[in-house]
T-cell receptor, first 112, second 110 residues
Framework: KAGVTQTPRYLIKTRGQQVTLSCSPISGHRSVSWYQQTPGQGLQFLFEYFSETQRNKGNFPGRFSGRQFSNSRSEMNVSTLELGDSALYLC???????????FGNGTRLTVT | GIQVEQSPPDLILQEGANSTLRCNFSDSVNNLQWFHQNPWGQLINLFYIPSGTKQNGRLSATTVATERYSLLYISSSQTTDSGVYFCAVRETDSWGKLQFGAGTQVVVTP
């Protein structure tokens, strides 16, 4: 069974631009969540989707948004990029509340 | 929210040594995971261990939920064990919201 797939693996953007990251969960997993990892803040929760509905949101500005499609694939969007948005963005999926989260390989975003 | 503290923050081991990593959490949780992050950033599941003890090869983990801590044991360490080890707990009533600790950076020297 394929794992969680994130695309692209690397991105370089300029301040002020916007970016869209994609995540395909493990087949059958309906919960998808996103995390940001930076050296200063560690791993921080961005948001969680289940059956196309956002269930939880972390403490991030409105420039960070996401959505989930009917096939459980998810995208996250960051608008008006800032230098501080440079980070590793990780996506995870889960089959149920009582089972572990599985993470993708991440998208490394660099904002110049 | 739940606070998760990991210790030690850094650990340098000689190949073959044993070590224990600790994770304390501030509130009751119904699940806990240990991850290993490799140099390429990939988070690899080690254990899903809300309570009790599990073993997988040279690694084992114990969670004492009533006392709010978990331990990860690495025995006969190898250079491939190097990386960052994270403990994470899941928020109640959430499927995908994990609160991570700051991690333990492990370096195993030959």
């Amino acid at each position: 069974k394929a794992g969680v797939t994130q695309t692209p693996r690397y991105l370089i953007k300029t301040r002020g631009q916007q970016v869209t990251l994609s995540c395909s969960p493990i087949s059958g997993h309906r919960s998808v969540s996103w995390y940001q990892q930076t050296p200063g803040q560690g791993l921080q929760f961005l948001f969680e989707y289940f059956s196309e509905t956002q269930r939880n949101k972390g403490n991030f500005p409105g420039r960070f948004s996401g959505r989930q499609f009917s096939n459980s694939r998810s995208e996250m969007n960051v608008s008006t990029l800032e230098l501080g948005d440079s980070a590793l963005y990780l996506c995870a999926s889960s089959l149920s509340q009582d089972l572990p989260l599985h993470f993708g390989n991440g998208t490394r975003l660099t904002v110049t | 929210g739940i606070q998760v503290e990991q210790s030690p923050p850094d650990l340098i081991l000689q190949e073959g040594a044993n070590s224990t990593l600790r994770c304390n959490f501030s509130d009751s949780v119904n699940n806990l995971q240990w991850f290993h992050q490799n140099p390429w950033g990939q988070l690899i599941n080690l254990f899903y261990i809300p309570s009790g003890t599990k073993q997988n090869g040279r690694l084992s983990a114990t969670t004492v939920a009533t006392e709010r801590y978990s331990l990860l044991y690495i025995s006969s360490s190898q250079t491939t064990d190097s990386g960052v080890y994270f403990c994470a707990v899941r928020e109640t009533d959430s499927w995908g919201k994990l609160q991570f600790g700051a991690g333990t950076q492990v370096v195993v020297t030959p």
